[in-house]
């Protein structure tokens, strides 16, 4: 009995440290806010969704329900220790040379661009249904990295880095795409204000100010900022991660790691399944048959189940031949194809900025159903190649060089 404890808290303290753990809350909450949007609990839904959560001081442009809160503040967190972690690898990881970086650089742009154009391709003409053009241009590394993770020695150590750090430029060129083309008309005195608040936050971390105290509050007025100004309040996330000090002094920890160490379990734990739980909740009712042949879902499952893997593809085998940078050897055509199928879970970013292009419910529900979708088949697609059509010793022993 006392064996079986121990092994079990062994299992648990794993799944808790572990990427794998993270994506599996994400996942069931989702999965929870899907079957609850579609049971006899749908009322309860609705209402957890829209509850209201109003703050006077923000005025109009505040979040007006909890669904809002979790997008526009809490997600904020989330983009903050995307920064970080790039800041991290970008100092001495895999970022930390150019030839490194051109890669998957490359990669992520091919891989925005296709699935724009054929999202654009299938939606032309369609009005309010064109805006809705960024949501297949993203990869969610919550989900990608546990497939690789279990797929073992059939992902070599090069290739899970090179998908890795693309999911990672995705993550920011999405944010970018966010921040430039779906915020509202600027409201320019805010806007001021928070070039101000940038200002001084970059001004205290070049004069090495390390105490955290000195940045929360300036972050907290950014974000109220951006939230008066009409451009997307998270973009206060991106900045903070980019002005807090990320050197450390001799027997302490960088202002940057603490934050990451005391922010990343309460992100990956409470605000991602938050997110998940309050954004898959799309519900079937009253559907008609032929729903994701729609142009707005069709557009967004062939965006990331063909344009997502044509695009990471071609532009990999383009800055190869462009000789920006070389294949690792670890990496052969067989392996880099199934990576580009995984390329095309989407989930996470495609959600925000669904909920960003879309205003009307029924419109909404429908990006939301072809995200899931094409998510899945993404996922689907890369683990069925990657596990069964490539040849497992072959995988298996390239996986074992450096």
Not at 240 to 251: E, I, N, V
Not at 292 to 305: D, R, S
Not at 353 to 373: D, N, R, S, V, Y
Request: net charge positive; charged share 10%; aromatic share 8%.
């Amino acid at each position: 009995m006392i064996q079986l404890r121990t092994a079990w808290n062994r299992h648990i303290r794993f799944l808790v440290s572990s990427p794998a753990g993270g994506a599996l809350a994400l996942l069931l909450a989702s999965l929870a806010g899907f079957v609850m949007a579609n049971g006899p609990w749908a009322g309860t839904y609705r209402a957890m969704v829209t509850l209201p959560m109003r703050l006077a001081m923000l005025g109009a442009h505040g979040p007006t329900t909890l669904n809002g809160w979790v997008s526009d503040g809490l997600m904020a967190l989330f983009f903050l220790l995307v920064i970080l972690e790039i800041r991290k690898e970008m100092a001495d990881g895999h970022l930390s040379s150019p030839r490194l970086v051109a890669l998957p650089l490359v990669g992520a742009v091919g891989g925005m661009i296709m699935p724009a154009l054929i999202y654009l391709g299938v939606t032309w003409g369609h009005g309010p249904a064109m805006r809705g053009w960024a949501i297949p241009v993203a990869t969610d590394a919550a989900f990608t990295l546990p497939i690789i993770l279990a797929l073992g020695a059939r992902v070599s150590a090069a290739a899970r880095t090179w998908l890795m750090t693309l999911a990672i430029f995705d993550d920011v060129l999405g944010i970018i795409v966010i921040a430039l083309f779906y915020g509202s008309a600027p409201y320019w005195p805010a806007v001021l204000a928070a070039i101000l608040v940038t200002a001084a936050l970059v001004a205290a971390s070049r004069a090495g100010t390390r105490v955290l105290r000195v940045y929360v509050p300036g972050w907290i007025i950014l974000w109220g900022a951006l939230l008066g100004s009409g451009l997307q309040p998270t973009l206060a996330g991106v900045i903070a991660g980019a002005c807090l000090p990320a050197t450390a002094r001799s027997g302490h920890r960088s202002p940057s790691e603490r934050v990451t160490r005391a922010l990343a379990p309460f992100v990956t734990w409470l605000v991602l399944p938050l997110f998940g739980f309050m954004n898959v909740g799309v519900s079937l009712a009253g559907t008609r048959p032929g729903l994701l042949l729609a142009p707005v879902p069709l557009g967004i499952m062939l965006g990331l189940v063909v344009g997502k893997p044509v695009g990471v593809f071609g532009a990999t085998l383009l800055a190869a031949r462009l000789k920006l940078a070389s294949l690792p050897a670890t990496m052969p055509m067989g392996m880099l194809s199934g990576l580009c199928m995984l390329c095309g879970i989407g989930f996470t970013i495609s959600l925000f900025i669904a909920g960003q292009a879309f205003a009307a419910p029924e419109m909404l529900m429908t990006a939301k159903a072809g995200i899931f979708a094409g998510s899945v088949l993404s996922a689907l697609g890369g683990w069925v190649w990657l596990r069964f059509v490539l040849y497992p010793s072959r995988a298996g022993t390239m996986a074992g060089r450096p």
